[in-house]
T-cell receptor, first 113, second 114 residues
């Protein structure tokens, strides 16, 4: 039962353009969402998060949008840079569960010159 | 302030042997989480520990797997009588509190069972 889904295993974008990574979830108990970035042979690195009481959170080039009614969130990276090439994981948690996270399967982003 | 330290980075075990994976959380962090990533999959929660206590082990296989986080020393994930299906990357994460902050991940231990 995949409660957090990332339906695009890969995405290729040109440098300078916008990257949009999507994530859907099924569990309505999730109330906090996170995006992690992962390079090969390294652990995930926290990127940005959003609480379910908000619909947008922005941090520099990264913006996360949350549509609760659609149970959908997206990560926008603009402008995309070659160093952004990595696997991006969407994750969700329930308040009271600490950092017990449910992860999606990831999207491999490749930013081309 | 060193990050979350996991060792070894790579571990090879023959079927039937025991694997011990160690995780030293960031300084001041008393909450530790273990995750497993199978090939081509996302990370799956295994267990959540606080010093000397298992808080949530709902993701741990019922047999052969155990975890501890003693008062002194690193957290240990132990896999007894390993099988090929245990081959995966095992990640540890830590946080200072139960809520209000994100968890920081270590670089992982890649376990290969031959």
């Amino acid at each position: 039962d995949q409660q957090v889904k990332q339906n695009s295993p890969s995405l290729s974008v040109q440098e300078g353009r916008i990257s949009i990574l999507n994530c859907d979830y099924t569990n309505s108990m999730f109330d906090y969402f996170l995006w992690y970035k992962k390079y090969p042979a390294e652990g995930p690195t926290f990127l940005i998060s959003i609480s379910s009481i908000k619909d947008k959170n922005e941090d520099g080039r990264f913006t996360v949008f949350l549509n609760k009614s659609a149970k959908h969130l997206s990560l926008h990276i603009v402008p995309s840079q070659p160093g952004d090439s990595a696997v991006y994981f969407c994750a969700a948690r329930i308040t009271g569960g600490g950092n017990k996270l449910t992860f999606g399967t990831g999207t491999q982003l490749k930013v081309e010159l | 302030n060193a990050g979350v330290m996991q060792n070894p980075r790579h571990l090879v075990r023959r079927r039937g042997q025991e694997a011990r994976l160690r995780c030293s959380p960031m300084k001041g962090h008393s909450h530790v989480y273990w995750y497993r990533q199978l090939p081509e999959e996302g990370l799956k929660f295994m267990v959540y520990l606080q010093k000397e206590n298992i808080i949530d082990e709902s993701g741990m296989p019922k047999e052969r797997f155990s975890a501890e986080f003693p008062k002194e020393g690193p957290s240990i994930l132990r896999i007894q009588q390993v099988v090929r299906g245990d081959s995966a990357a095992y990640f540890c994460a830590s946080s200072p509190y139960k809520t209000g902050t994100e968890a920081f991940f270590g670089q992982g231990t890649r376990l290969t069972v031959v």
